[in-house]
């Protein structure tokens, strides 16, 4: 029987440009830092060696060149993503074809400082997670770091968000995620979960914007006590991250 996966990964592109996963860079370079950046980037030598896996048509790659890393690398299943990165990035990073779960069996071990795998993990069969892990986990440098990102089944929205690609097949909560990363040899201790309010700025020459993003953090705000409303109601345990994203830090 055919592997619906490979049918689907085979035109991946198509529904990628679709929108289903939009993530146009905004031009103004500390907006770029302010929104799409997690606050820590800033701490993180700009030589230090940066692998992005799944990195689709490049933007995250684009985004970190853009504040000045320059030792990176891009690993991508789809050649028509691919192709796309390859003429966003030009000669500004290492770009790789390959299936993630053949390729890092071969990398070298402590070959990065700095590796990002996001909306990648929940395409992946249940059985091949914690293994991995474990090859990222050797991957990394002494000191790296792995940023995990994945959708939040926490989140009221999570199994829409979950369930919107055909090609989503392992869930995740923040339980989960960590029992998976402890499994693979991270530390419970040094993983820590991403969920930070829209930053506010003041702009004299855009103001609507400053109040556009006052909103959106009165958003973020509401979204929590409505989840822990719920939870305390159904007497759940409670989790942290209400974000229809779930977002990882792991240490080695």
């Known amino acids: 029987m055919n592997d619906p996966q490979q049918e689907l990964f ?3 592109a198509r ?20 929104d799409r950046l997690p606050a820590w980037i800033d701490t993180i030598p700009r030589n230090a060696r940066v692998l992005d896996v799944g990195c ?3 933007h995250w790659l684009e985004a970190l060149r853009r504040v000045g890393f320059s030792q990176l690398t891009g690993v991508e299943l789809s050649a028509q993503l691919l192709e796309s990165a390859r003429a966003r990035l030009g000669d500004h990073a290492q770009l790789i074809q390959a299936d ?5 069996k071969r990398a070298p071990a402590a070959s990065y400082d700095l590796i990002f795998f996001h ?28 940023r995990i990102r994945v959708p939040n089944l926490a989140c009221l929205v999570g199994p829409f968000h979950q369930a919107i690609d055909f090609t989503h097949i392992t869930p995740f909560t923040e339980f ?18 991403e969920s930070q309010a829209p930053r506010l ?3 004299w ?29 159904n007497d759940y345990d409670m989790p942290r991250c209400y974000d229809i994203a779930l977002v990882a830090l792991a240490h080695k």
Request: positive net charge.
């Open 10 to 12: 085979a035109n991946y």
């Open 56 to 58: 689709a048509e490049g």
């Open 205 to 233: 020459r855009r103001p609507h914007r400053a109040l556009l993003r006052l909103l959106n953090r009165l958003r973020w705000h509401l979204n929590r006590v409505v989840h822990k409303a719920v939870y305390l109601l």
């Open 15 to 34: 529904y990628y440009k679709m929108g289903a996963y939009r993530d146009r860079l905004p031009d103004d370079l500390e907006r770029l830092k302010r």
């Open 176 to 193: 989960s995620l960590l029992q998976v990363l402890e499994a693979a040899g991270f530390s419970a201790s040094c993983v820590t979960f």
């Open 100 to 104: 993630v779960r053949d390729w890092i």
């Open 201 to 203: 700025f003041w702009s």
């Open 119 to 146: 909306d990648v993990l929940e395409h992946l069969p249940r059985e091949e997670t914690i293994s991995i892990l474990r090859e990222f986990h050797r991957l990394l440098a002494p000191a790296g770091k792995l």
